[in-house]
């Protein structure tokens, strides 16, 4: 190899090793010492980072830079006791860990059946993913096993806005649609457990072979769990990430009074409600419940909201 840098995708961080992908090779890079020292970034590299390396014989593959990231997942821990809302918060004195780089979207996958949606679960994925401000995609997988001529849960988060793509691994209905929305991306795949996540990506991408559950919740809870993640190569520019739980997201973060910016179709009337602010709970002339009461908006969904207002997540 010559001694040009390339640039490449980090997959997987472990002991000082950076895993990074270049097209169909995956090297085992170390970083140049004088990139730890310069910076004071949250949190150096992460995975989903784009990287320059540079190969040489005598030092192997070093990362010599690391390109600004366009956007971050961030895992933090909840705020002291005397944390005030628009408080930049990165826990008590630790840093924000970066569960992903320069995402593209997040995929929020659920089935039709088996398990049944629930839509206070599949509402508190939303609010979730909307906090974090990255597109959404929701895959409702297992449709070969409902009847299809009948409406389904979903068609609401379709009059909201929401792309929702129906898709089986067993028919493989609907799979080159979601190929065609994860190719090129760095796309976080999140959902409860059990709804086909791990075989719906195998159905796709054969040679992942992943266990069935394999894609499944990170579970870090304390300051000094490791969160073991990882950035599926798909092919070409393609990857996905590991399943980070709804924790990770900016739940804690998110206050009763800014849910409804959450709620994407509450937008044309929150600005109407006679009081501002208003909770959309109980006040006279509010326009929100107006537009409830006149099937606007969708029973289910403002029931979800009542229930994140008043008991949080
Ligand atoms: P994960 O926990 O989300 O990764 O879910 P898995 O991929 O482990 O799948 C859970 C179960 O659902 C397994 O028994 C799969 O065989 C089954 N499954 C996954 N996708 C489909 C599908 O499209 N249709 C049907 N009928 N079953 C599926
Ligand atoms: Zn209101």
Redesign the pocket.
């Known amino acids: 190899m010559d001694s040009e840098t390339q640039i490449g995708t980090v997959i997987r961080v472990h002991g000082g090793h950076y895993y990074v992908r270049i097209g169909d090779t995956e090297l085992d890079c170390r970083m140049r010492g004088r990139i730890k020292k310069n910076k004071s970034d949250v949190q150096l590299v992460a995975i989903g980072d784009h990287v320059e390396i540079l190969y040489s014989e005598l030092e192997g593959a070093i990362i010599e830079n690391i390109l600004p990231r366009k956007s971050a997942l961030l895992r933090q821990s909840p705020p002291p006791r005397s944390f005030r809302p628009g408080q930049v918060h990165y826990g008590k004195g630790e840093e924000a860990q970066v569960i992903v780089a320069n995402p593209d979207q997040v995929v929020v996958?659920f089935?039709l059946l088996?398990p049944e949606p629930n839509p206070l679960m599949l509402d508190r994925y939303l609010v979730a993913c909307e906090a974090v401000e990255l597109p959404i995609l929701i895959v409702a997988?297992?449709?070969?096993?409902v009847d299809q001529s009948e409406p389904d849960l979903m068609n609401l988060y379709e009059e909201i806005g929401y792309h929702v793509i129906r898709?089986?691994?067993?028919s493989r209905q609907g799979l080159s649609e979601l190929y065609n929305a994860l190719h090129g991306k760095i796309s976080v795949l999140t959902?409860p457990?059990?709804?086909?996540?791990?075989?719906?990506m195998n159905a796709l991408w054969p040679q992942l072979n992943l266990k069935?559950?394999?894609?499944?919740e990170i579970h870090g809870k304390g300051k000094h769990t490791t969160v073991v993640a990882e950035l599926f190569y798909l092919e070409e520019e393609t990857f996905v990430a590991d399943t980070p739980g709804l924790r990770t997201f900016r739940l804690w973060d998110i206050q009763p009074q800014e849910l409804d910016a959450f709620f994407p179709e509450m937008a044309p009337f929150r600005d109407q409600c006679h009081f501002q602010p208003c909770s959309h709970l109980h006040e006279p002339k509010c326009a929100v419940q107006a537009a409830v009461d006149s099937g606007q908006i969708s029973d289910i969904r403002y029931e979800s909201y009542c229930r994140m207002y008043e008991q949080g997540f």
Not at 141 to 145: A, F
Not at 167 to 170: D, E, F, Y
Not at 193 to 200: D, E
């Open positions: 996958v089935s088996d997988n297992k449709v070969d096993i898709t089986s691994a067993v959902g457990s059990g709804v086909g996540k791990s075989t719906v069935t559950g394999e894609i499944s």
